[in-house]
C-alpha cells in the first residue's frame, strides 16, 4: 500500500512506545517528499509569475492615468470648440433662412 506524507511510517507489527520514549516523527518516503518538494516549486513560480504580473498591471495603470491627465485639458479644450462650432453653425443656418425668406418674399 502507497503511504502518503500526511500518513506516519507504520512498521508491519505494531511496536509499543515506551512512556518516556520521543512522539513519532512523520516520515516521508522519497517519492512522496520529491512531490512536495515539486508542488512547492511549483507554487512559489506562480506566486513569483504573479508578482511580476501585478507590477505589470500597476505600471500600465499608473500609465494610463498619466495619459489621462495630459489628454484632459485637450479633451476641456475639444468640446468648448464644438459648442462654439455649433453656435456658429446655429447663426448661420438663422442667416440663411432669413435670406431664403426675403427670396421668397420677392418672388411673390
Do not use: C, Y
Amino acid at each position: 500500500m502507497t503511504q502518503t506524507f500526511w500518513e506516519p511510517e507504520v512498521a508491519n507489527e505494531k511496536q509499543e512506545t515506551a512512556p518516556n520514549s520521543e512522539p513519532t516523527t512523520l516520515a516521508l518516503s522519497a517519492d512522496d517528499f520529491s512531490a512536495l518538494e515539486e508542488r512547492i516549486v511549483r507554487a512559489v513560480e506562480l506566486v513569483k509569475r504573479e508578482r511580476l504580473a501585478r507590477a505589470a498591471a500597476e505600471e500600465r495603470a499608473a500609465s494610463a492615468e498619466a495619459q489621462l491627465g495630459e489628454q484632459s485639458p485637450v479633451v476641456d479644450q475639444l468640446k468648448q470648440e464644438i459648442r462654439t462650432l455649433r453656435s456658429e453653425r446655429d447663426q448661420v443656418r438663422q442667416r440663411v433662412e432669413r435670406l431664403l425668406s426675403q427670396l421668397d418674399a420677392l418672388e411673390l
